[in-house]
């Protein structure tokens, strides 16, 4: 077992109440689905609080970069998640070029422009879900398995009503949290989640997932129905798809 599995779930942070981590859950939880549900341009102002207390929070709360996985020690033993995320996107890909779904940017450089700032915006959900939220949930639950399904749960009702996306987010959020837990890396999450995220948007027509849309954005899409997908900008068509996921500012219809 990896030496990450026994790390105390108290470390650098065994002297903080319960009532503080609830209250930075509460405040971190109730600002990013205000977020999701607020339409422009009150959605901005939000976004930017949101963002704020989160760093606010993690820096007066720093857990250490040894507890939130911030590390190169175990990297390689864990390396094997993204490759089998790699194994899942090429069964998908397989399956929607057979059955005519499958849709990717023209060249590696659209393809670059297309799904880098996703592939950060990855790393920035799964800091979220484990570094912030699952560190939190460890010291208030004492059992690893229920602390990483309320974090999944947290992480999947930010994806509703996505029918898609909701539960694809309790399967993999559950699965990373308690893979967080045995290996305290973040970095092989981070790459899995990018790669996951990329053939879900490659893979499922635009309107069956309203675009990856969630929230507000969800429900204010269906006004166009042909499904094609556009790569030339980021909303050059209302089912385009810059980011495979959930846009980090949800654009309301």
Not at 3 to 31: N, Q
Not at 98 to 105: D, F, H, K
Request: charged fraction near 15%; include cysteine.
């Amino acid at each position: 077992m990896a030496e990450a599995a026994t790390l105390p779930e108290t470390l650098a942070g065994g002297g903080r109440s319960r009532g503080r981590d609830l209250a930075e859950i509460a405040v971190a939880w109730g600002l990013i689905m205000a977020v999701i549900w607020t339409p422009r341009p009150v959605q901005r102002y939000l976004w930017m609080t949101a963002a704020a207390a989160v760093v606010w929070f993690t820096w007066v709360s720093f857990d250490g970069t040894r507890a939130m996985g911030l590390r190169g020690k175990n990297f390689l033993r864990s390396l094997w998640i993204a490759g089998a995320a790699l194994a899942v996107a090429g069964a998908a890909m397989a399956a929607a070029a057979e059955l005519g779904t499958l849709r990717m940017p023209d060249g590696v450089l659209a393809f670059l422009g297309t799904y880098c700032a996703y592939a950060v915006w990855s790393g920035v959900q799964q800091f979220l879900l484990q570094c912030f939220f699952l560190l939190r949930f460890l010291r208030l639950i004492p059992s690893r398995r229920g602390a990483a399904m309320t974090a999944a749960a947290l992480f999947a009702v930010a994806h509703v009503p996505n029918p898609i996306l909701a539960p694809v987010t309790l399967l993999w959020g559950f699965v990373a949290c308690l893979l967080f837990v045995h290996y305290r890396n973040l970095y092989p999450l981070a790459i899995a989640h990018a790669i996951l995220g990329i053939t879900l948007a490659m893979t499922i027509p635009g309107p069956v997932d309203h675009n990856m849309r969630v929230g507000l954005g969800y429900l204010r899409y269906g006004h166009h129905r042909n499904g094609h997908r556009s790569f030339s900008g980021p909303y050059s068509r209302p089912d385009s798809r810059p980011y495979p996921l959930e846009h980090p500012l949800p654009k309301p219809e």
